[in-house]
């Protein structure tokens, strides 16, 4: 919950935002875009983008011998439990 959008938590607004990154050979996230969220004006797509310091891909599920050579897409949804 410390992610979700403040105005779109207040008028509990749901939405959902596609990122892609690069992994790292690390297996962190980098250079991060947001492809689409919806609905626009909520800023979903700067909390998913906030997030990706977070995320850690198993580099033995991807192989990867130059740093950043992999592209993920990361779908995310953000949903208030009621």
Same mark, same amino acid.
């Given at each position: *919950?410390?992610?979700?959008?403040?105005?779109?938590?207040?008028? /509990?607004? &749901?939405? +959902? @935002? @596609?990122?892609?990154? +690069?992994? $790292?050979? @690390? /297996?962190? *996230?980098?250079?991060?875009?947001? #492809? !689409?969220?919806?609905? &626009? /004006?909520?800023?979903?797509?700067?909390?998913?983008? $906030?997030? &990706?310091? #977070?995320?850690?891909? !198993?580099? $033995?599920?991807?192989?990867?011998? #130059?740093?950043?050579?992999?592209?993920? +897409?990361?779908?995310?949804?953000?949903?208030? $439990?009621?």
């Amino acid at each position: *919950m410390r992610f979700y959008p403040k105005g779109a938590l207040r008028k /509990g607004v &749901t939405g +959902r @935002t @596609t990122l892609q990154c +690069r992994v $790292a050979t @690390t /297996g962190a *996230m980098t250079g991060c875009d947001v #492809l !689409n969220e919806s609905p &626009t /004006g909520f800023g979903f797509g700067d909390a998913a983008l $906030a997030m &990706t310091p #977070l995320f850690r891909v !198993n580099q $033995a599920q991807i192989p990867c011998p #130059l740093d950043g050579c992999a592209i993920v +897409r990361i779908p995310i949804v953000f949903a208030i $439990a009621r």
